[in-house]
């Protein structure tokens, strides 16, 4: 424990600075902080024992966070306060850690397993430096898990939450994001909310649930790339009771929550860290949303970590929260080609051991949520330019068994869980015209015609304003994406909105922003207008939580609520979409057909070919006209105003 001097003189260095909780037991073992991803440092704490010194160079931290291997997500309920005690939750008496001062001649837990990066060891430093634990980068940060420092023999408790926090100051202003994760392969990782610090030492709190019976505890942070010195001091880890839910209430313009509105079900992706651990989040979620994805849970290096291994503690985790909030869950994804384990990207399968693998995935997750999960993405993202043309991606699933793996993987899935609606899901597939969204449809429409089991396609609908302010390829042509929709209604198969989010390339300023609200509002209003379109998730419920920023550095601010996670005007404008409507999906003001006001694009643009008739029946999806819901008078009134136009009918989904 030290006060921080402000002349902190060490200037060059590290992106990073990781505090590895690790039992000592575990530091010959190889699991990184990467876990599974195959994309971080696989390398656990080496590391010299003893104090002082730099230890010389083994053991790094990989990690898959940034590289989009790995959830990243921001972590919950995170304060910092300038020179304060640990706030956030109470702790309790028995605290786990309480030697992370730094003061005495041996600095153990933390010095003992303090390491530096195998990738670089020469580009930092560490040191205890006035009775904190400094890491200087001396040379530019190539990789921003370079450093990782200290273990304790400490085992964590499953379904325990804890209490972390830390002091931390730099030598300048720094910008820093804190990353912790618990356990042992496979590794949940997760970002916490990027925190300024600067030289007057703050402490850094947050409170998180722990899910696993974890032999290896890890809690690192990161510095970023920038030349520089952070320090830490006054580690404390501590089980602490479950945190109380805080009341939230829509600030809806209605009235209404999104999950009212029974014409569209809105839904939002959900990273197991942040959700189960910060309670402000889980009640958003829980009032306002009638669905949930999991972010990373169901990714294959996760769930399907060893070629007999199968791991569902964190999808169980969030699937049993959604089922007591009687949300939906969507299984996401099945077959992808991406965030795989090692043992099966390096393996050398033929194509019949490769089906019998897609296979048992299929059957171990549908199996294990049969009846349960009513929406499953099958194949995700599987369609890809190759040589100029528009084809099957090449990836092992195809690549090794062939161009009939979705008739494969689609066949399976209708016979491992009958009742489920099983999708295509891909990016930059929503407008008709474009040549992925053409070659997709192709491919679809194919796969219908021969009877393989598709249910509907899953526009994942992430798009965005380039920092320049550029909307030339970010922002996508509605009446295009509507045409879309209407071509899919022609063969018989639903659309669903899976993973819209609207990036913003910084800085951010009010023109970026009012093109961000004009693009949620005018798709969800092309979903409410299109007859088969009823569900429309985002993925990430804020700026908090964002995937956004570690995979698309230049962006940020894509979601609905921002990083205090509170309604932005983005949510603002969908809302105002919503409040044009009864929550049965009536237009509250039938001469409009509820289309006033809210979505400018939207106006005049209504569905095309295939979208008249009444009630129909596609994909699994029923959707009754709102008319025969209508009370007489009401009814009459439509008759008059002539708005019993087939592109003004609601859907009730009964899907
Ligand atoms: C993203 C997650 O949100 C990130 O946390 C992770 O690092 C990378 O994957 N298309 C998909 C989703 O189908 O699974 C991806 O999710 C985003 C793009």
Known sequence: MVVISSALRLTAFSS???????????????????GTSGNGGAAGPGGAAGGGGVPSSSGGTGSGGADGQSGGTAAAGMSSSAGAAAGGAPAVSSNLVTNGTFDGASYEPWWGYATTTTENPADQTLAVTNGQLCATMTAAGKNVWDVGIGLSPVALKPNQYYHISFSVSADANHTIKFKTGFGADPYTDYFIKTVAVTPTAQTVDYTYLNLRDDAMAQFQFQIGKT?????????????????????????????????????????????????????????IVAAEFSMVTPANSMK??????????????????????????????????LVWHTQAPNWLTSGTFDRDQMIAIMYDHIDKLMGHYKGRFPYWDVVNEAIDQVNGTWTYRSTFWHDRIGDDFMDLAFTHARAADPAAKLLYNDYNIEQKGNPKADKVFEVVKDLKTRGIPIDAIGFQGHYYVEPNGNTSSGVPNMQAIRDNMARYAEIGVDVQITECDFRIGKPNDASKTEIQNKFYADLLQACIDAKNCSHFTVWGLSDLDSWVPSTFPEYDYAHLFDSQLKPKADYLAMSQVFAQYNTDGTPLNPATGGMAGGSSASAGSGPGPGSSGSGSSSGGCSFASRASDSAPWLLTAFAMLGVLRSRRRSKHARC
Not at 16 to 34: D, E, R
Not at 229 to 256: F, R
């Open 227 to 283: 030349p520089g010195t952070v320090c830490v001091d006054n580690i404390v880890i501590e089980p602490v009771p479950a945190p109380a839910t805080p009341s939230y209430t829509t600030t809806a313009p209605s009235g209404h929550p999104f999950k009212d509105y029974k014409m569209v079900k809105m839904g939002t992706a959900v990273d197991t860290p942040i959700f189960l651990s910060n309670p402000l989040h889980n009640a």
């Open 16 to 34: 990073i600075v990781a505090l590895c909780l690790w039992p000592a037991s575990a530091s010959a073992q190889s699991a990184g902080m990467g």
């Open 300 to 333: 294959m290096n996760l769930i399907h970590p060893g070629v007999d291994t199968y791991d569902f503690t964190d999808t169980d985790a969030l699937a049993a929260w959604a089922q007591t909030n009687g949300l939906e869950f969507r299984g996401h994804p």
